[in-house]
């Protein structure tokens, strides 16, 4: 038996094998982890409804590019940088600030 679901990520259609089945491939699923927990500014929907309470947990700017950073899931790990690529960006030059876009 077959459901047909609508992927949440690609917003393609798709035949669902299990129930449970949310994304179409395991790379939307991967994606839509990336994008709810690095993403900037933005209130996002959680991809599991118990665990989101809508509650702002914390705010901060981030360390690199001083974005202010909204944290409302609880598995959202972030604390000091808002993205992957300010961390690395920070690390890379922990002395010397280089002003250069
Ligand atoms: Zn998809
Ligand atoms: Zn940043």
Same mark, same amino acid.
């Not at 993205?83 to 300010?86: A, D, I, N």
């Given at each position: 038996m077959h459901l047909n679901k609508?992927?949440?990520v690609c917003h393609q259609s798709f035949e669902a094998r299990r129930k449970d089945q949310v994304?179409? !491939?395991y790379y939307c699923r991967k994606k839509h982890h990336k994008e709810?927990?690095?993403s900037k500014n933005r209130i996002v929907e959680d991809i599991n409804d118990e665990e989101n !309470?809508?509650?702002i947990l914390r705010q901060f700017r981030c360390k690199k590019c001083h974005e202010l950073v909204t944290v409302v899931?609880?598995?959202d790990r972030r604390t000091i940088f808002c993205?992957?690529?300010?961390e690395k960006l920070y690390w890379k030059h922990?002395?010397?600030i280089i002003n250069k876009n």
């Open positions: 609508i992927c949440p994304y179409c !491939t709810t927990y690095y !309470t809508g509650v899931n609880k598995h993205s992957p690529r300010c922990p002395k010397k």
